[in-house]
């Protein structure tokens, strides 16, 4: 069986040192994970060519159980599926194929990730939250959000007008969304929990603002911390990385792709957290 990552860039990607770790501890020696370059354009004769019908990969024959999916890829992908799981059309996005029965079935697993993340840090559920950036996370994050129990949240982004993906995903979760500019940002911290969004590094530039806020999720894992979230853990505030997202959203992944639950946490962690250390370790 084979299964694969694929997004642009994806040369970064720590999906298949986290997929392979699951495979090699479930005995599941026949099993593959690969990692392809495909952007929009080239999407849709991929996934034609990935059929479970037709029976083999782009390269080689064989089996395909199913595809993670990064950006730009979550929104494009939703048009090319058979079916779509509530979660994923409510977010607009799936980061997650399943063939099966000859069909495409897409998922959303971050939601998952990002909930079980809040979770072991042991955030509690917040009554109050902002979230930076307004792409395919910040969509994932209002559903993990709302199913924490908030039914309101604020958005900061650089520009309101390009809001408008995220503002249908809080609409079709039933979230009441305010709209904030960065500028403004001092105006919307005084809240439980704050879930920057934005890409490595993006977030440091305000860190002295959000060094006071109790709680900070940054979804950057490398490098690691970033300043914004050594800001926060300075003043004493609890601070959560993206890595244990990418890592609970992979659990899920795999579990739907080898309809298995006895899958590997700690293996996969050991496994991504030992790549990281990799290459900061090249890259210091």
């Given at each position: 069986m ?57 390269e ?49 697993t ?7 993340a809040?979770?072991e ?8 939250a902002?979230?930076?950036?307004g ?47 960065f500028?403004?940002l001092d105006?919307?911290?005084g ?11 993006a977030a ?32 004493g505030?609890?601070v ?45």
């Amino acid at each position: 069986m084979r299964a694969a990552v694929m997004g642009s860039p994806i040369a970064h990607s720590l999906s298949p040192h986290l997929h392979r770790a699951a495979y090699r501890e479930m005995g599941l020696s026949g099993w593959s994970y690969d990692a392809f370059e495909c952007d929009e354009a080239a999407l849709p004769g991929l996934l034609r060519e990935l059929r479970p019908v037709r029976g083999g990969g782009p390269e080689e024959p064989g089996t395909w159980a199913g595809l993670s999916l990064t950006m730009p890829l979550k929104r494009a992908v939703l048009p090319l599926l058979d079916t779509v799981s509530e979660v994923a059309l409510e977010v607009g996005g799936a980061n997650t194929v399943v063939f099966a029965g000859g069909a495409a079935h897409g998922h959303n697993t971050d939601v998952h990730g990002i909930e079980q993340a809040l979770a072991e840090a042991g955030v509690p559920a917040p009554r109050s939250a902002t979230v930076l950036g307004g792409g395919a996370t910040a969509c994932s994050t209002l559903a993990a959000l709302r199913d924490l129990g908030l039914h309101e949240a604020t958005l900061v982004v650089r520009d309101p007008a390009r809001a408008g993906e995220t503002a249908g995903a809080a609409e079709r979760l039933g979230m009441a969304l305010a709209v904030q500019t960065f500028d403004k940002l001092d105006t919307v911290l005084g809240v439980d929990l704050v879930v920057s969004t934005l890409p490595g590094g993006a977030a440091d530039a305000h860190a002295d603002r959000l060094a006071g806020v109790p709680a900070l999720f940054d979804v950057v894992y490398s490098p690691w911390p970033t300043r914004a979230a050594a800001a926060v853990e300075a003043a004493g505030g609890i601070v959560i990385g993206g890595f244990p997202m990418l890592l609970h959203q992979a659990v899920r992944q795999v579990e739907l792709m080898t309809g298995r639950a006895d899958v590997p946490v700690a293996a996969m962690r050991a496994a991504g957290e030992a790549e990281i250390l990799r290459r900061a370790s090249r890259t210091g």
